[in-house]
């Protein structure tokens, strides 16, 4: 067995779409990134790659390559299990954190938590999504932007 972490964090601004963990969430506010800004996903990807031994999400898709802009997250996590599936790896669980003043996260947890077991291949039973606030301390706290933090357990294919 493998275990991995990850953690990411990006900016809100207004005009942007707030996607995360694959799902699009009603707010005024979204976040800035090279990609679709889905900070939940990233920290996944992170997770899986240091599981694995191959670095991280930067090295795989740099946020200077044009072919990455704007791009769904989904479609690099995709891309991440297809690399760990070609060296015999699979995902074991996943358990992930978001750390958010706001919005409301809690109704739209088991969406995501489907939405990432489909591509994690795993049952959404294995894949753990929580929430919470900084009490409106540090920079997630004041609403400056969205953090988050995953933790997994490969498994080597038998
Ligand atoms: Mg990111």
């Known amino acids: 067995?493998?275990?991995?972490?990850?953690?990411?964090?990006?900016?809100?601004?207004?005009g942007r779409r707030l996607v995360?963990?694959?799902?699009?969430?009603?707010?005024?506010?979204?976040?800035?990134?090279?990609?679709?800004?889905?900070?939940?996903?990233?920290?996944?990807?992170?997770?899986?790659?240091?599981?694995a031994g191959l670095g991280d999400i930067g090295n795989h898709f740099p946020d200077t390559d044009d072919a990455y802009a704007g791009i769904d997250s989904r479609i690099l996590l995709r891309q991440v299990i297809a690399s760990l599936s070609e060296r015999g790896l699979s995902v074991h669980n996943a358990d992930m954190t978001i750390i958010a003043q706001q919005p409301k996260l809690a109704p739209h947890i088991p969406a995501m938590r489907e939405?990432?077991?489909?591509?994690?291949?795993?049952?959404?039973?294995?894949?753990?999504v929580k929430a919470t606030t900084?009490?409106?301390?540090?920079?997630?706290?004041?609403?400056?932007?969205?953090?988050?933090?995953?933790?997994v357990l490969l498994i080597e294919d038998a």
């Open 20 to 51: 995360l963990g694959g799902l699009e969430i009603p707010h005024d506010l979204g976040l800035i990134a090279h990609s679709d800004g889905d900070v939940l996903i990233h920290a996944l990807c992170d997770a899986l790659l240091g599981a």
């Open 115 to 128: 939405i990432l077991a489909a591509d994690l291949g795993c049952d959404p039973a294995r894949v753990n």
């Open 1 to 14: 067995m493998l275990i991995g972490q990850g953690f990411d964090a990006h900016r809100f601004a207004p």
């Open 134 to 151: 900084m009490e409106h301390m540090g920079f997630t706290g004041r609403g400056e932007g969205i953090a988050a933090s995953a933790a």
